[in-house]
């Protein structure tokens, strides 16, 4: 590789952008970290963790082609499982005792939550996806994750219910209490989220990856290769499980308190939002767009009510003229000059490549084949 | 003779209609076996079968004295079965030099690894491009699969077929569409890679049939009429009769 190619791949590589981006959101948000609390460092925080969140379910969405419905409930089952952690709970089940005292060890706390959300995702993958794929995988996600939602919901004596739970302490470190601080504990979790989307970013660009992207463009000649198709796709269901996970355990610390809403249909559906928005054939996508929807709920709900409704305008706007959400506009400006990138988002041949198409099943696929064996 | 394939009353039907008929055949290891019939005949179908596409009605498949009638498609590829589509089939919005890369990959050890970038995963790059130019796309190597020309595409999933270095290759009309000069080059291409492998070919285009096949089996009605050398089958009254006739 020539130099000044180099010099372009680092200028353009996705991690460094993504560096940039955790760099400046709090400023943008107009807050200065530096000066301890203030109120825009927090919306900073929910933009990265749930750019963290979009980014695993886009592993699935973008790269698999696969659209699940339910994702909030790994970020649910991350953040329940932290706060039941953190806070103890003295439940009966079936005629036994189940108890755990308080605790503070964040790093524990993660590696339960990753546990349970990865041997929840495992168990669903095994049983969804050899047997759906398309509209009804999307819709056996969202009848999962409605389990999960309903348990946290109901179930008041371990997850108090509607109520959920409340004054969970953040980490401390060596008996420190630095993260009370809103900016310090965005810079913990900016460098949680950076180092697990550098991991994300690894997995995307291993050979894994891309057989993730042959079975995304083509299953029937993904198979005809000699790829196990099915195993490929249980896996990456797992691991798209994985960054939600670690985001619901950000979640609970950083919003000190907990309820059903972080496995809610709305989540699920946010994280879908983000990627179209911010592009999800692409690694920055729903990192930016996640950044985008909570500037806009922010910006807009400060000058109306009724700012759910124009975020649904933007949103059915760029599905309709450009699906391949802002990432796509930025690279066809690089490709095509401005004009034609304008040009191109009314055009027909450039609309009809999109994800949404993509989702519905090919006709050739050979259902009665693979399916009934 | 030792066989590569070997079926037992392989049937296939679509809804009462039956494509291919108890269909018994040893297709002997090595050389061009091509298989030829007119239209509807039943030969995509077969292939369909023996590459496990689609499950039998009925019947029994061997591949080299191993029973593989419930093997799925891609632990028949495992075993080096490759084929191609008579309707081309590759990774239309992947680059040239992704399509073949995934294919070689395939049969890589590292084929799933998670933590390995792409470049590091040993003689991959090299094999990739030896495949391209083997197939004469080498210079097309960035382009979008999609926007290569028809015959580019067909010459593109033969990449696809012998980037694993299979011992078993099934084409489906690899030459249709193609311009006189891509046919030139291809059927060169299969002579080349011919040595040491069986070829099972379905092809239309009679001379390059007559020329390069070791046996031709024929299909009627989803059933074999005749096996023989290219001599034999010319000379086979029931095949004039039914196929060659209007043809020679
Ligand atoms: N999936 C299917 N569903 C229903 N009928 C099918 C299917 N596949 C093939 N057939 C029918 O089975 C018969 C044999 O088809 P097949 O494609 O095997 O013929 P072929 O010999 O390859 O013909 P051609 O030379 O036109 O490619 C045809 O009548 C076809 O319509
Ligand atoms: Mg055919």
Redesign the interface.
Known sequence: MSRQSRAAALFTHPLLWTALLIAVLPFVAGANPFAGQGGFVDIATTMIIFGLFASGFNLLFGHVGELSFGHAMFFTLGAYVTALYTKGFNVQVLGLTLQHGAAGNMVIALVLSLIFALLWAWLLARIIVPRSSGIYFSMITLAFAQVIFFITYRWNELTGGEDGMQSIARPQIFGIEWMNSSAHFYWFAAAVVFVTLCVLY??I????G??L??IR??K??????????DK?RV?AFVLSAAFPAVAGWLWTYFQQAINPDAGSIEYSGNVVMMSLLGGSQTFLGPILGAALYHELQNGVSQATKYWEAWIGVVFVVFVLIGPRGIMGLIDDVRHYGIANAVRRLFSRRARV?TDLVEELPPL?E?V???V?? | MAYIFKTEKLTRRFSGFTAVNAVSLEIPEGGVRTIIGPNGAGKTTFFNLLSGLLPPSEGRIWFREREITALLAYQRARLGIARSFQITNIFGRLTVYENVRLAVQAVHDGRANFFLPERRLGNLADKTDRVLRDVGLYEAREARAENLSHGDQRRLEIGLVIASDPPVLLLDEPLAGMSPAETHETVDLIQRIAPGRTILLVEHDIDVVMAISTTITVFQTGQVLATGTPQEIRANEAVQRAYLGELA
Do not use: K, M, T
């Open positions: 690894w997995i660009n291993s050979p894994f891309s057989v992207h042959a463009e083509n029937q000649r993904a198979r005809f290769l000699g790829y196990d198709v490929f896996n490549q050739d050979p009665a084949s693979e009934s064996r």
